[in-house]
């Protein structure tokens, strides 16, 4: 039997930043993670030499004095690893069949950058960049200030897609595209990266504007690995006698009212844990299903358990022969419509809408790539056939399906990167199971909890829950990525600590 102050349930970029603050301010905390390594959607794999990102292929705002630069200055991650700037003028291109468009970092240059293509369209872009600054300043947080009124209220009730299709000197966005038959509309360009947020008709503003704020801030790649901001989170805690626990699942959570110790945890294999505090950072939905039902109310329980979550995903982890290659130092959006408002909810019969190829890094001044990451949606129902299945024990079915799959995404990538197929060494494939069994998100998710304009209080997560001393954290409250989650544990550690308290020292740094 563990006795704790904190048990922290999943060691995801939220728990550790969790782990990371209160253990600084003396808190005796441990934190529990069911996969051998630990770091969620910060895990890496290698095979035969070449390592490969799992779920963090760029970050935004880490620029000097930038917003995550600032957070994690605080978390002692700068100074640990090294990052590597995308290309100013284009940290992602953004293609539609034959056209492609530059996303370029600093304002003026995202916004001088695109006038080339859209000369008409100066004033929708000054409309563009002045909401989406004006989004961020709502969000204080995302300055590292206090909240003081509700202005972001205002963004989360607006969609994301009328806000783009409104921009434009045409309005409807059916018309746009009819009218732009030789050449893509404004606003389909300013939402060809929307897989960042799995960009639907629910989208929020104000999480477009965040996500797009951020990269347009300063676009970096970790280089060598996201897997080193789990380590280096881990020696701090580890040094400021914090404890992280790896294959260990916790399945069941119960309450000790009158003991010293006001919760109980139980693992799938019997083991117990004890503490006064409890921070979840894995899925809400999945938590409650390990409480008994008298822990929270019938209403609360139902709301969340029904929230829908946000799509998956279907990866190619390419090894390519040495030379073979470039290094870009950008990501490249493809889509094979004008639309990405839709491409999240592909049907298997238009399977595969879009990609996302991305070149991992290694060194400084790559030239050639070593690893090539290539992602595209795939709803969970299209492996539900082998949802009873684990990892390496689902078949040759199974298998041909992967296949089958990675041939048809490779074709489709080909059309822009013929040869690749030629430089392609070895190739690992994941689907929306690979992640479910890795990170624990019900199906598989990309962003866990979808965001809907519609019903913004229905899909928000608060990070303190009605049972005193339970808490939640992660990319299910405020917002996925690794800044809405570096935000996230802020807010969640501010419900135990006092925010004002914890902003000062992280101000401070
Ligand atoms: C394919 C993909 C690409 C992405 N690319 C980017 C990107 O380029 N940039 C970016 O900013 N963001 C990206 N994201 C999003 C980002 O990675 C996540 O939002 C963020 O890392 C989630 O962190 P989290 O703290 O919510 O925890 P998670 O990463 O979800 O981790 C939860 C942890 O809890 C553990 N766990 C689950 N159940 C239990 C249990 N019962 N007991 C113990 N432990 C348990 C899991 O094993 C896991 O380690 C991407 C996500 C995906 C899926």
Redesign the pocket.
């Given at each position: 039997m563990h006795k704790f102050d904190i048990v922290i349930?999943?060691?995801?970029?939220?728990?550790l930043l969790c782990g990371y603050i209160l253990s600084k301010e003396g808190f005796n905390v441990c934190i529990?993670?069911?996969?051998s390594q630990?770091?969620?959607?910060?895990?890496t794999f290698t095979r035969h030499g070449h390592k490969f990102e799992?779920?963090?292929?760029?970050?935004?705002s880490l620029g000097p004095n930038q917003t995550l630069a600032r957070y994690w200055s605080y978390f002692g991650l700068m100074d640990k690893i090294q990052f590597q700037q995308l290309d100013l003028d284009c940290f992602d291109r953004v293609a539609f069949n034959e056209e492609e468009f530059p996303i370029a970092q600093g304002f003026e240059n995202f916004a001088s950058q695109l006038l080339r293509y859209f000369p008409n369209e100066k004033q929708a872009l000054d409309d563009y960049i002045r909401t989406i600054q004006e989004v961020v300043s709502s969000f204080p947080l995302y300055n590292l200030e206090l909240p003081k009124d509700h202005r972001e209220h205002h963004y989360t009730t607006q969609s994301a897609f009328d806000f783009l299709q409104n921009l434009s000197r045409t309005p409807n966005f059916k018309l746009q595209i009819a009218n732009f038959k030789s050449q893509t509309p404004l606003s389909a360009v300013l939402a060809g990266n929307n897989y960042?947020y799995a960009g639907s008709h629910f989208s929020p503003l104000h999480v477009a504007s965040l996500i797009s704020h951020s990269f347009i801030s300063g676009a970096y790649r970790i280089m060598g690995g996201s897997d080193q901001v789990s380590q280096a989170l881990i020696a701090s805690i580890a040094s400021q006698g914090g404890t992280v626990i790896t294959r260990?699942?916790?399945?069941k959570i119960g309450q000790l009212p009158h003991l010293q110790q006001k919760f109980i945890l139980e693992t799938t294999t019997g083991e117990i844990f004890m503490s006064n505090m409890v921070i979840s950072?894995?899925h809400p939905a999945?938590t409650l299903t390990?409480m008994p039902p008298d822990m929270v109310r019938p209403a609360y329980h139902k709301r969340i358990v029904s929230l829908q979550n946000t799509t998956s995903?279907f990866?190619l982890y390419l090894s390519v022969k040495p030379g073979s290659f470039p290094y870009l130092n950008y990501n490249y959006y493809y889509h094979t419509s004008r639309d990405p408002w839709n491409e999240s909810a592909v049907s298997e019969k238009n399977w595969p809408e879009m990609f996302l190829l991305s070149t991992g890094c290694h060194i400084p001044d790559q030239k050639y790539a070593e690893t090539v990451t290539i992602?595209t949606y795939m709803r969970f129902d299209e492996v539900a056939g082998w949802e009873n299945t684990t990892i390496g024990r689902r078949g040759p079915e199974y298998q041909d399906f992967k296949n089958e799959k990675a041939e048809r995404l490779l074709q489709l990538v080909s059309l822009k990167f013929p040869g690749l197929s030629a430089a392609i060494d070895r190739m690992e494939i994941s689907t929306p199971l690979t992640?479910r069994d890795?990170?624990?998100?019900p199906d598989g998710s990309?962003?866990?909890i979808r965001k809907n304009f519609h019903e913004p209080l229905l899909t928000a997560v608060m990070p303190k829950t009605k049972i005193p001393d339970f808490y939640f954290?992660?990319?299910?409250i405020n917002l996925?990525?690794?800044?809405?989650?570096t935000i996230g544990s802020v807010v969640t550690c501010g419900e135990i600590l006092g925010l004002e308290y914890l902003l000062k020292k992280i101000q401070n740094g």
């Open positions: 349930i999943g060691s995801g970029l939220g728990g529990v993670e069911k996969q630990p770091g969620g959607n910060l895990q799992t779920g963090v292929h760029y970050i935004g960042l260990r699942e916790i399945s950072n894995i999945k390990m995903s990866i992602l992640y890795y990170t624990g998100t990309l962003y866990g954290t992660g990319q299910n996925h990525g690794v800044l809405g989650v």
